[in-house]
Each structure stands twice: as C-alpha cells, then as structure tokens.
C-alpha cells in the first residue's frame, strides 16, 4: 500500500526525495545535480510517495507554479524497484488534485519521449514542437485540471 505526501523543502525526507531524482532521473543520463537549482525548489510543492509497510520513499514530483493559472509537473521519479506497479499514476493523479485544489486551470511538463505514452493515457496532450535540452529530446505536454 502506497501513500502520498507533501514534503516540506530542506527536511530529511526532501533530501531523500532529491537523492531519488538524481539516481532515477539525471545519474543514468550522465548528468548532475546542481544544488544551484535548489535555491528556486523553496516555492515549490514536493510531493512523495511512501510506502506504508516501512515508510521508505518509493516516488516523487515537483509542482511548480509558472503564473496564476499554470503550474509546471517537473522531476518525476519512481524507484526502479517500484516502476510498473501504478506509483507513477499515482503520483500523477494525486499531484493534479493538489494543483487543482490549489486553484491551477492547467499543468504543462516536459516530458522526455520515452514517457510521452505515459502521460497521453492520463489526459494530457502534446502541444507545439519537440525540442532539445542537453542532448535530450522532450515534448511540451499539457492538461486542463
């Protein structure tokens, strides 16, 4: 049994969220995490998922608000351990609720092309070209909450 929950910026379980990113989402790509970044997280809602038997983080987000209406979905990640089990839908779903909640109209991602499938299943569609970041093809994906 999984179980969501926000997690504040700059406590233990962030610092966990932020090793899980890294390890799932840049290390494979040979890129690093850059504590830079960290500075802008302090606005965002980080979202994680737990699991109940032991508490161990298994998956997380960001949520990034870009203006009244949008807010960004960024660095989703699920420990390999867990992939294909539904954490990620999970993790999708809960955070669009929270954004909803919270008064969002849209959420916009990019998404790298090996999850563009992904996301299409959960509602959300392709808009405007595909672009490059670091060698890395992505696709602006959008939904209506």
Do not use: W
């Amino acid at each position: 049994m999984k179980k969501m929950i926000d997690v504040d910026f700059g406590s233990s379980r962030y610092d966990e969220l932020v090793e899980l990113r890294y390890k799932v989402l840049l290390e494979p790509l040979g890129l690093k995490f850059l504590d830079s970044f960290r500075d802008k997280e302090v606005a965002y809602l980080h979202i994680g998922c737990l699991e109940s038997l032991d508490d161990k983080l298994v998956g997380g987000l960001i949520l990034a608000p870009v203006d009244d209406e949008n807010i960004r979905l960024m660095q989703v990640a699920v420990s390999p351990k867990c992939q294909g089990q539904g954490v990620g839908r999970a993790l999708v779903e809960y955070a669009q609720k929270r954004a909803k909640d919270a008064g969002f109209n849209k959420i916009v991602m990019h998404a790298m092309l090996s999850v563009v499938a992904f996301y299409e299943k959960l509602g959300y569609f392709q808009e405007g070209d595909l672009f490059e970041e670091q060698g890395i093809t992505f696709a602006k994906m959008v939904k209506k909450l």
